[in-house]
């Protein structure tokens, strides 16, 4: 992994005892210390980065490297101090490690370490001295837990202290607990929490309140929430990728003192391992190469700031807003030595995504529907019109009591329409239920009422995979 500032440094130094944590299983907790001196250096800030999860491996420092901006700006001295155990270990072991060395021998120096008088715990603690605002940092910080919050691991409890040394009142305290409003149990799939953990993220207009919004969601009707998990098969190259995708559809009235104008963008949240980052060119590429038409959405552009990921739309009503996370992640937890590459996920991307649309159109009938099956639906109000008037002008009561029959109703007092609207609604449904189903042949083709223009499409292909890999894919 390069670093190319301080921020970041410390970002994927929390984000580390994070891993820490989740990975233990036990209850745990995660704590970040801001302190300003107050005494020779005012502009210093005292960062400390505390877990008890299990013990660190050197490893994770080793392969770090530095662009060379983050020493040139001055604002931090390169070094880290670092004390560790095991829950198996018998002393408490401390390290001064100065990252500004490039020799890696020297990097490391081993200091006395502490007996832990038959005690059996285990936990981290680094802490750095930088000079920086700590407004700037604190922002930062909490951006980085209200997006952690996403993926609700219930075994962590992250605690921030933000304290300017020796001014009265100043200090800041926050707790992040992933169960706290909508809890999940302890037995949830990955998938269950992240659906869960993306519902939380909406109500609390991205974990920025302490509750959901009571205004904007009174109910859990404005939600529409569907999910999708493609699976790389377990090898010797792969210890099983998974890539989640979970998408939220909210409906928000326009009298909300929480409208947002801005419903046509939609922020992704990018999870790689556990951990927030930015997205993947290949990720961004997967997302924009999907089918949104079919589905009733028009993209119209992406864009990328920073870590900041969105997708804007073209004809999404001022009211309807969509939020999406995507989670990359290894079935067997590995430590992947920073700066090594992984294999591209591009097509388990695509798959889940799809898997997540379909599984959101299977619960809302009528809802997102393609531009094809809305220009047939369009017809259906005329088409059950010229059909209720054949039946009701025929003289044959046999045929007329069969088509009665068929449509469910009863034959007595039969008004016009009455006729009509039954058989839109089933000619309605004949439309969603057919929507976006595989087409593999003309004779597929003929249970449409209109000839589908995407059978005319010269490049539908299937898609490549890469050599070597057996992908599997499951619905949620």
Not at 195 to 208: F, P
Not at 362 to 384: Q, R, T, V
Not at 439 to 467: C, G, I, T, V
């Amino acid at each position: 992994m390069e670093v190319s500032s301080v921020q970041r440094l410390c970002l994927h130094l929390i984000s580390a005892a994070f891993q820490r944590c989740r990975v233990s299983e036990d209850l745990c907790r995660l704590s970040v210390v801001l302190k300003r001196s107050s005494d020779s250096d005012p502009s210093t800030v005292r960062i400390s980065i505390s877990d008890t999860g299990i013990g660190t491996s050197l490893e994770e420092f080793q392969g770090l490297k530095f662009s060379r901006e983050v020493f040139d700006a001055e604002k931090w001295d390169g070094v880290l101090n670092v004390q560790t155990t095991n829950i198996g270990d018998d002393e408490i072991y401390h390290y001064h490690l100065n990252l500004r060395e490039s020799n890696s021998v020297r990097r490391l120096t081993r200091l006395p370490s502490n007996p832990k008088n038959g005690a059996k715990f285990s936990g981290t603690e680094i802490y750095l001295s930088i000079s920086e605002s700590i407004d700037v940092f604190l922002a930062e910080v909490i951006r980085f837990f209200q997006k952690i919050l996403v993926l609700k691991i219930p075994n962590v409890a992250i605690e921030l202290v933000a304290e300017e040394g020796g001014v009265p009142g100043s200090q800041y305290r926050k707790v992040f607990l992933a169960n706290e409003c909508n809890p999940v149990p302890f037995s949830a799939s990955n998938v269950e929490r992240l659906k869960s953990g993306l519902e939380d993220y909406v109500m609390k207009h991205g974990n920025s309140l302490h509750r959901k919004c009571d205004s904007c969601f009174p109910n859990w009707e404005h939600l529409k929430v569907g999910s999708g998990r493609a699976c790389c098969a377990e090898s010797h190259r792969s210890a099983g990728l998974q890539m989640e995708v979970v998408i939220i559809v909210s409906e928000i009235s326009e009298t909300s003192p929480c409208f947002r104008s801005s419903s046509a963008e939609t922020e992704v949240l990018y999870f790689k391992d556990f951990s927030p980052c930015p997205i993947t060119q290949s990720s961004l590429t997967a997302l924009t190469n999907i089918d949104w038409k079919s589905y009733g959405l028009v993209l119209k552009s992406t864009a990328v700031q920073g870590g900041y990921t969105a997708l804007e739309w073209e004809n999404l009503p001022p009211n309807i807003h969509i939020d999406m996370v995507l989670h990359c992640y290894h079935k067997q937890y590995q430590f992947t030595p920073p700066g090594q590459k992984t294999r591209s996920n591009r097509n388990l991307i695509k798959k889940a995504a799809k898997l997540a649309l379909d599984d959101l159109k299977e619960k809302h009938a009528g809802a997102f529907l393609s531009a094809h099956a809305l220009k047939i639906c369009s017809y259906a109000p005329d088409l059950a019109r010229t059909i209720a008037g054949l039946i009701l002008s025929s003289n044959d009561s046999e045929f007329q009591e069969e088509c009665f029959s068929i449509l469910g109703l009863q034959s007595q007092n039969i008004r016009n329409e009455i006729v009509e609207d039954s058989i839109q609604q089933k000619i309605i449904s004949v439309i969603q239920m057919n929507d976006g189903k595989p087409l593999r042949s003309k004779e597929a083709a003929s249970s449409f009422l209109f000839e589908d223009e995407r059978l005319q499409e010269p490049n539908m292909q299937e898609e490549e995979y890469d050599a070597g890999w057996v992908l599997r894919f499951c619905k949620i």
